[in-house]
């Protein structure tokens, strides 16, 4: 059974930072792309980052400069390194795993997590 289980969500003040975690279970995550997606209150799914097994990168325009996403291919494991966080940043966060490509559509991934909550808040 595969799992993606998340990690590290909390509340942080605006300015503040926070790092996700989400380890991977359940089958081999050879060439898979690793990603996260947000959701915030009353608002659709929305993209935030995703990584290829090789290393390359990509950001939503809202995160680039501030979020940086790695993998450890070993660990089955992706973070995501959130600083200068604001308000705008709070919502649920999921991590996604996939073989089809980086995509903002989020029905392009196989495999969800149940997500941890980021709350950026005074």
């Known amino acids: 059974q595969v799992q993606l289980v998340e990690s590290g969500g909390g509340l942080v003040q605006p300015g503040g930072s926070l790092r996700l975690s989400c380890a991977a279970s359940?089958?081999?995550?050879?060439?898979?792309?690793m990603g996260w997606f947000r959701q915030a209150p009353g608002k659709e799914r929305e993209f935030v980052s995703a990584?290829?097994?090789?290393?390359?990168?990509y950001y939503t325009n809202s995160v680039k400069g501030r979020f940086t996403i790695s993998r450890d291919n070993a660990k089955n494991t992706v973070y995501l390194q959130m600083n200068s966080l604001k308000p705008e940043d709070t919502g649920v966060y999921h991590c996604?795993?996939?073989?089809?490509?980086?995509?903002?559509?989020?029905?392009?991934?196989?495999?969800w997590g149940q997500g941890t909550q980021v709350t950026v808040s005074s």
């Open positions: 359940g089958r081999t995550f050879t060439n898979y792309i």
């Open positions: 996604v795993a996939g073989r089809a490509g980086i995509s903002a559509t989020s029905g392009r991934y196989d495999y």
């Open positions: 990584i290829r097994w090789s290393g390359t990168t």
